[in-house]
């Protein structure tokens, strides 16, 4: 009896064998476990950090647009580049809304395209500043150019009204002026007498010498006024020019000037429309009143 237990307490090697292999798939299945929750592990983190450089990228994506949306330009050209990088922008803001954190690959990829889009905003942003900076030279020039130029215009205008006034003072000086002038009635005799004897009227006087005045020929005009302001003529077409209108006068006379002092007299043949009173008479000449006065016919 004893001898048959001691050989069943013998082990039998199949068996031992088969221990040692469960043994072994045992510790084998431990160290898998161990590996899978470890990687699990790591999987979880990476799928983090992926989620929050999504959100980040995201974020960072906003940003650009708004940031896009603050650049202001008058340049045609670059608005429609500025336009076309806002919706690169606007797509990759879409595509990152369909991806679910789980590519570290793709999102390396969206990393790298939002600093490409970083770096294109940046050139763009040195881009408006520098033409920001011309503008402002510009407009600095364009105010300096102005200021210049309406200087110009004050100083032009202040010759133009210096000018005027010179060619007003020449042309004054270049007047004709008459002193010692009368206005009287004149019998066939050429006597002075009475309106009722009156047989002409005579107008005489002197023209002052005048060195810058025109040399040559030139009519004087006489006009004379009634005392009812009727003018006294002969005919309707005696007219002549004065200050862009046309004035009848009384009686002209042709006279050669030389620049020296010269006595002068015109006449008038009484119509018999004379009567007493207050009578004005003014003389002309090359369109400019030279002489003026008033007489009284008795």
Do not use: H
Not at 102 to 120: A, D, F, G, P
Not at 177 to 187: R, T
Not at 213 to 225: D, N, Q, S
């Amino acid at each position: 009896m004893e001898e048959y237990l001691k050989e069943d307490n013998r082990e039998n090697p199949l068996v031992k064998q088969l221990k040692i292999m469960v043994i072994a798939l045992a510790a084998l299945l431990v160290v898998v476990l161990v590996f899978f929750l470890i990687a699990r592990r790591e999987n979880r983190a990476n799928m983090q950090i992926i989620s929050d450089e999504k959100e980040t990228l995201q974020q960072e994506l906003m940003d650009l647009s708004s940031s896009y949306d603050g650049l202001k330009t008058n340049n045609d050209s670059l608005n429609a580049k500025l336009s076309f990088e806002q919706k690169k922008i606007t797509s990759l803001m879409d595509q990152m809304k369909r991806f679910r954190a789980n590519s570290y690959t793709e999102i390396s990829q969206y990393k790298k395209e939002v600093n490409t889009l970083k770096t294109i905003m940046r050139g763009y942003v040195v881009q408006i500043d520098s033409l920001d900076q011309a503008n402002k030279k510009l407009l600095a020039e364009n105010r300096e150019v102005k200021k210049q130029m309406d200087w110009v215009r004050e100083r032009n205008k202040s010759l133009e009204e210096k000018t005027t006034r010179m060619e007003e003072t020449l042309e004054r000086a270049a007047t004709l002026s008459v002193e010692q002038f009368a206005l009287y009635p004149i019998n066939r005799r050429e006597k002075e007498t009475t309106a009722r004897k009156c047989a002409q009227l005579k107008a005489e006087f002197r023209i002052t010498g005048n060195i810058t005045a025109k040399r040559g020929a030139r009519y004087i005009y006489l006009r004379v006024t009634r005392p009812d302001g009727k003018v006294i003529t002969d005919n309707e077409q005696a007219r002549f020019k004065f200050q862009n209108v046309e004035l009848e006068y009384t009686a002209r006379r042709e006279v050669i000037y030389e620049g020296e002092r010269l006595d002068v007299s015109i006449y008038w043949p009484n119509d018999g429309s004379l009567a007493q009173g207050k009578y004005s008479a003014d003389l002309f000449s090359d369109g400019q009143q030279i002489g003026a006065g008033e007489f009284i016919l008795k």
